[in-house]
């Protein structure tokens, strides 16, 4: 099985403080891609990543920051965190094949931030 | 752009109840459909997909069809269990080569003994 994982379940950081979020996949998959999940909103896409090094924003990357310097590994910055930034965050992974599309996500446990 | 419309929650029902929630999509192409569901504290896992017209996805007794002439992909259960109480997403990826994930606004399920 695929397993995803996530550094931290439960954040709490204060107002201005540079954060890091990690992920690391074990299954050799090609693209990453980190989410927010808030209350009535679902789920919105921060940044994804289909290779080493290679970064695309997503929906809403302003505030946030990625990095990806192995396969299995994708970091989530947020360089100044603000209170805004309180939310549940999700690393998923997927392979990339002849019809990726076909390729469902595999997500982690989430990590809950709290920026106060 | 693309998009997922699914019904609004929370949905409560009665063990050994039919469950039905509903899920349209807006696409160019013929994008891939999912349903995920999400257990308290924990992340999404694959329920189930389907990646073309009339294709029926199901597991674990959930079933879902891809319907083109109605961009529908709802999810059903012939009788839910309290185990089923969870949240449920419905997610379409883009074919345009983006490798991007379109997913819905979530249904909370609650099932009562």
């Known amino acids: 099985d695929v397993k995803v994982t996530q550094s931290s379940r439960y954040l709490v950081k204060r107002t201005g403080e540079k954060v890091f979020l990690e992920c690391v996949q074990d299954?050799?998959?090609?693209?990453m891609f980190w989410y927010r999940q808030d209350p009535g909103l679902g789920l919105r896409l921060i940044y994804f990543?289909?290779?080493?090094?290679?970064?695309e924003k997503g929906d809403i990357p302003e505030g946030y920051s990625v990095s990806r310097e192995k396969k299995e590994r994708f970091s989530l910055i947020l360089e100044s965190a603000s209170t805004n930034q309180t939310s549940m965050y999700l690393c998923?992974?997927?392979?990339?094949?002849?019809?990726?599309?076909?390729?469902?996500?595999?997500f982690g446990n989430g990590t809950r931030l709290t920026v106060t | 752009g693309d998009s997922v419309t699914q019904m609004e929650g929370p949905v409560t029902l009665s063990e050994e109840a039919f469950l039905t929630i509903n899920c349209t999509y807006t696409?160019?192409?013929?994008?891939?459909l999912f349903w995920y569901v999400q257990y308290p504290g924990e992340g999404l896992q694959l329920l189930l997909k389907?990646?073309?017209?009339?294709d029926k996805g199901s597991n674990k007794g959930f079933e879902a069809t891809y319907r083109k002439e109605t961009t529908s992909f709802h999810l059903e259960k012939g009788s839910v269990q309290v185990s089923d109480s969870a949240v449920y997403f419905c997610?379409?990826?883009?074919?345009?080569?983006?490798?991007?994930?379109?997913f819905g606004t979530g249904t909370r399920l609650k099932v009562l003994a």
């Open positions: 998923a992974s997927s392979s990339r094949g002849v019809s990726s599309y076909n390729s469902p996500l595999h």
């Open positions: 299954m050799d998959h090609e693209n």
């Open positions: 990543s289909y290779d080493v090094k290679m970064k």
């Open positions: 696409a160019t192409g013929y994008p891939s």
């Open positions: 389907a990646t073309k017209a009339d």
């Open positions: 997610a379409l990826s883009e074919t345009s080569g983006t490798y991007k994930y379109i």
